[in-house]
């Protein structure tokens, strides 16, 4: 099973990838890969040029451990808020 980002990639055989390259190739740079395989034989992966390799993906939460956020984030400054803008705020 061959997967990117968690999905399994679609594989195709050589005649199939001929007869149908065009919207292949459009798939690809939408940033679906696909392998096109002969006799069953995965050969190549056909991905979009700027797409990130495996590994490379950028991730949410990748400083996780690293930064702190207060637990008064929210309230930071209202003092001085409410000093500058008085009942405004």
């Not at 399994?8 to 055989?13: A, E, L, S, V």
């Given at each position: 099973?061959?997967?990117?980002?968690?999905?399994t990639?679609?594989?195709?055989?050589?005649?199939?990838?001929?007869?149908?390259?065009?919207?292949?190739?459009?798939?690809?740079?939408?940033?679906?890969?696909?392998?096109?395989?002969?006799?069953?034989?995965?050969?190549?992966?056909?991905?979009?040029l700027?797409?990130?390799?495996?590994?490379?993906?950028?991730?949410?939460?990748?400083?996780?451990?690293?930064?702190?956020?207060?637990?008064?984030?929210?309230r930071?400054?209202?003092?001085?808020?409410?000093?500058?803008?008085?009942?405004?705020?």
């Amino acid at each position: 099973m061959n997967l990117v980002y968690g999905r399994t990639m679609q594989t195709i055989n050589i005649h199939e990838a001929k007869t149908h390259l065009s919207r292949l190739v459009e798939q690809a740079a939408r940033g679906e890969p696909f392998m096109i395989a002969k006799a069953g034989k995965p050969l190549v992966k056909v991905m979009a040029l700027d797409a990130p390799e495996a590994g490379q993906q950028r991730r949410l939460g990748f400083l996780a451990g690293y930064l702190a956020v207060p637990e008064d984030f929210d309230r930071m400054g209202d003092q001085e808020i409410e000093r500058l803008f008085g009942d405004e705020a």
